[in-house]
């Protein structure tokens, strides 16, 4: 009882904060635009503010673990291409397939994984968490370009070199960019530039979260409810199931275990509709996968998290 009343503890606070910032959006204390500004701050501040003083206090020979790295990809492409596969077998409206696909493998890591991962491990740096926004972050983007503008009829449109300058120009890899060499040199920041940089990350965790509760949005969850519930349970159920045998099979230590585990289980991410609307897609079915997938890790991650510390991995 006590190990689930810890599992409960350590991941419902993050859920709490999500509740809290969908009540303030229904009571019209979070508005539209807000939520634009907000989200200008955390994604292109407060985040990478957060992720550079982590990099920074890291040691990057320990930071970087070329097993994670390849198993993490490996994993997120392998998803990827299976969920497609048996989306165009099963589904016959092929402009409900890219909403399908997307919802079901491309999680919030950074906005919601991420304070997940820390509240499991009670820790703020994670190394193997800088791993997973350095990399599979980036290959979220252009599996779901290439999804995307392959149903949207935008095929020709496919480049290489936009999207590695769009990899190259996210924020947050900017951020561990410009950490990496202080990292490396085991260099020291002035106390004034650490303690400002560490103010500016702190808005991050609070804000995401109050920023996915006021986006959440529960009428969308009214039609195509079959293609949704197995979206949802393909993302927050089944991805953790087949990949977290493996994780353990392959000898990973407890950190790296949380971390996969929480990558794979967390809800989809709220760029997932963005996108998803923007070349064309499903927006209803997209949105409708989010709102589930959340509502679902609710229970789903502090299972998880209830059954690695019944077996001793946290």
Do not use: C
């Not at 910032?21 to 009571?27: D, E, M, S, T, V």
């Not at 079901?104 to 190394?127: D, H, S, W």
């Not at 991805?239 to 950190?255: D, E, K, Y």
């Amino acid at each position: 009882m006590n190990d689930l009343i810890f599992s409960m503890n350590i991941v419902l606070p993050v859920f709490l904060v999500i509740l809290f910032g969908y009540i303030l959006r229904k009571n019209g204390v979070i508005t539209k635009e807000f939520i634009a500004t907000a989200t200008t701050i955390v994604y292109y501040y407060a985040l990478p503010a957060k992720l550079f003083q982590n990099v920074v206090e890291s040691d990057f020979y320990s930071l970087f673990n070329i097993k994670f790295i390849l198993f993490t990809t490996g994993a997120t492409v392998l998803s990827f291409i299976l969920i497609w596969a048996f989306a165009t077998i099963l589904i016959k409206d092929r402009s409900k397939i890219s909403a399908f696909v997307h919802g079901a493998y491309r999680g919030n890591y950074v906005y919601i994984g991420l304070p997940i991962t820390q509240n499991i491990l009670q820790t703020e740096i994670i190394p193997s968490s800088i791993l997973i926004i350095a990399f599979v972050l980036p290959i979220y983007n252009i599996l779901s370009v290439i999804l995307l503008s392959y149903y949207s009829g935008q095929r020709d449109k496919l480049s290489f070199g936009n999207l590695t300058l769009s990899i190259i120009k996210n924020p947050m890899i900017v951020a561990i960019l410009a950490a990496l060499p202080i990292s490396l040199l085991k260099l020291e920041l002035p106390f004034s530039i650490s303690k400002s940089m560490n103010y500016i990350g702190t808005l991050a965790t609070p804000m995401a979260l109050l920023l996915v509760g006021a986006s959440i949005r529960f009428h969308t969850f009214t039609s195509n409810k079959k293609l949704i519930i197995s979206s949802s349970i393909i993302k927050v159920m089944i991805q953790p199931l087949i990949f977290i045998p493996f994780a353990v099979l392959f000898g990973f230590h407890s950190q790296d275990i949380v971390t996969i585990y929480v990558m794979l289980a967390t809800p989809t991410a709220m760029n997932a509709y963005i996108m998803t609307k923007k070349l064309g897609g499903d927006g209803e079915i997209s949105a409708g996968i989010i709102v589930l997938t959340v509502l679902l890790s609710v229970v789903t991650i502090p299972m998880g998290a209830y059954i690695f510390k019944l077996l001793g991995i946290i």
